[in-house]
T-cell receptor, first 112, second 115 residues
Framework: SQKIEQNSEALNIQEGKTATLTCNYT??????LQWYRQDPGRGPVFLLL?????KEKRKERLKVTFDTTLKQSLFHITASQPADSATYLC???????????FGTGTSLTVIP | ETGVTQTPRHLVMGMTNKKSLKCEQH?????MYWYKQSAKKPLELMFV???????ENNSVPSRFSPECPNSSHLFLHLHTLQPEDSALYLC??????????????FGSGTRLTVV
């Protein structure tokens, strides 16, 4: 069966450190992979998209890597801040269409 | 506000009631979606509409009935729901074509409680 798995346990890190979140998938050949941020009681907010032929993408303090051999994406937040505390979701599209399937998310807490 | 507006924000309904959730976007997007988010579970894709046409129905029970009268509005009609249908229902929209900033824009959701 198709699965998208993210760190099941909450991640706590010290302010200023780099947070690294993992997204692993099985039985998908995604054309696109996205990362979202979700705050309590709100809908997810789109952060970054990476394509299957891209290894890495950056946006300000965010970096995403995509390894189609390992079937894994890593999401990094450098110089983390308490305001980065949220749940982070990965989502992938199995083709070049517009339907995305989501992981369960990882809760990140940045401790001042 | 994200540009996608969902109403109501909260809804409590009995199992025999009929209610509707509404979603509206004025972002010029041509695709709209309904997702269900339950605790400890991934977002579940329920319905997809491209240019007002339904292109996906992920084995959703018939007690959920979507309606998309135009590219800016999406409804989810609810009837004879079960307590396990209690969840956060999220509407999203997106462009159809993937681009550099391609992503879904979500509304804030409707928190549904079935009693």
């Amino acid at each position: 069966s198709q699965k998208i798995e993210q760190n099941s346990e909450a991640l706590n890190i010290q302010e200023g450190k780099t947070a690294t979140l993992t997204c692993n998938y099985t039985n998908y050949s995604p054309a696109y992979l996205q990362w979202y941020r979700q705050d309590p009681g709100r809908g997810p907010v789109f952060l970054l998209l990476i394509r299957e032929n891209e290894k890495e993408k950056r946006k300000e303090r965010l970096k995403v890597t995509f390894d189609t051999t390992l079937k894994q994406s890593l999401f990094h937040i450098t110089a983390s801040q308490p305001a980065d505390s949220a749940t982070y979701l990965c989502a992938l599209s199995p083709n070049t269409g517009n339907q995305f399937y989501f992981g369960t998310g990882t809760s990140l807490t940045v401790i001042p | 506000e994200t540009g996608v507006t969902q109403t109501p924000r909260h809804l409590v309904m009995g199992m025999t009631n009929k209610k509707s959730l509404k979603c509206e976007q004025h972002l010029g997007h041509n695709a709209m979606y309904w997702y269900k988010q339950s605790a400890k579970k991934p977002l579940e894709l329920m319905f997809v509409y491209n240019f007002k046409e339904q292109t996906e129905n992920n084995s959703v029970p018939s007690r959920f009935s979507p309606e998309c009268p135009n590219s800016s509005h999406l409804f989810l009609h609810l009837h004879t729901l079960q307590p396990e249908d209690s969840a956060l229902y999220l509407c999203a929209s997106s462009p159809l074509a993937a681009g550099e900033d391609y992503g879904y824009t979500f509304g804030s959701g409707t928190r549904l409680t079935v009693v």
